[in-house]
């Protein structure tokens, strides 16, 4: 797919544009619009935006660091393929402080989080048959209520700085397979939280995210050109 073909929009060129690049080509990445493997040109971004190379060598410095792109230098940037270990180092975080924050708010919900996550179900319900891709960002919507509502939204800002691979794979998942049931796992934490029992808030928050772990195994057989095969 050719830079010109990607789904990023366009760019705000009267504010800085080397975060506005990042998180687009963030995006595009994580949701396998770039696959792995595929060489970024810095002058055909750079023209595709209307931009100086600069913003874009930034940009592209920032995704290296966050393990999405690899520069080589003479040859140039690449979409690197997901790192199993990555994923699985997010997974194992997000399980060990989203259960706590499941415990917490269970243990003194605030007011109207039930109802409010009733409703996010409730929108993630109406995309699961017409646009699964776009399940993702819902999901991620009911996580960081659930950390906001404990008091700890810094919690889930330290989980969003390290989960881009494992959202690589979410997406794959969300495509890919039915959600039905990760929309019942959702369900079943509300429940608890509703049930102020914060045990089974955090029994249903920890299934819910070892998931991936039953899902991985299958992704990994459908799609092997896009995995780091040394694991790393």
């Not at 996010?120 to 699964?132: E, F, H």
């Amino acid at each position: 797919m050719g830079i010109e073909s990607l789904d990023i929009g366009q760019l705000d060129l009267s504010a800085p544009v080397g975060a506005q690049l990042t998180a687009a080509l963030r995006q595009c990445i994580i949701r396998n619009q770039l696959k792995p493997g595929v060489r970024l040109s810095e002058a055909e971004i750079g023209a595709r935006f209307g931009i100086s190379r600069q913003p874009v060598r930034e940009a592209f410095i920032k995704l290296s660091e966050e393990g999405l792109l690899e520069i080589r230098p003479q040859r140039g940037s690449f979409v690197r393929k997901i790192s199993l270990e990555a994923v699985m180092d997010a997974r194992f975080v997000r399980e060990a402080v989203e259960a706590d924050i499941v415990k917490a708010c269970a243990a003194d919900p605030s007011s109207g989080l039930v109802e409010e996550l009733r409703e996010q179900i409730r929108a993630q319900q109406r995309l699961v048959d017409d646009r699964p891709a776009a399940f993702v960002p819902l999901d991620d919507m009911f996580h960081r209520t659930l950390a906001q509502a404990a008091g700890r939204p810094n919690a889930w800002a330290v989980i969003e700085g390290m989960k881009t691979q494992m959202d690589r794979v979410r997406q794959m998942t969300s495509i890919n397979f039915p959600l039905a049931h990760l929309i019942t796992q959702h369900n079943a934490v509300v429940d608890a939280i509703e049930a102020r029992d914060p045990q089974a808030a955090e029994q249903a928050m920890r299934g819910h995210l070892q998931m991936i772990l039953q899902d991985l195994p299958a992704i990994r057989e459908g799609f092997p050109d896009y995995f780091d095969p040394s694991g790393a």
